[in-house]
């Protein structure tokens, strides 16, 4: 997530919260220190993270 202001790539998120089935998020530049908000949507796997999908290789003789 880029900064608006200064196009910096160095941003932490400050806070997040649902915001009607979206992620509203806080981020804070660290160069030019400014914060934005962002109103991301996220799909139910990003809601559930949940285990990594680990296939069992088949084994066949
Ligand atoms: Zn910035």
New binding site residues.
Partial sequence: MN?P??K?TITWVVSTWDFRGRIRRTRR?R??G?RFSTLESMTRNQLRPGRPVRRRPKISH
């Fill in positions: 900064c202001y200064c910096s530049c160069i030019c400014r």
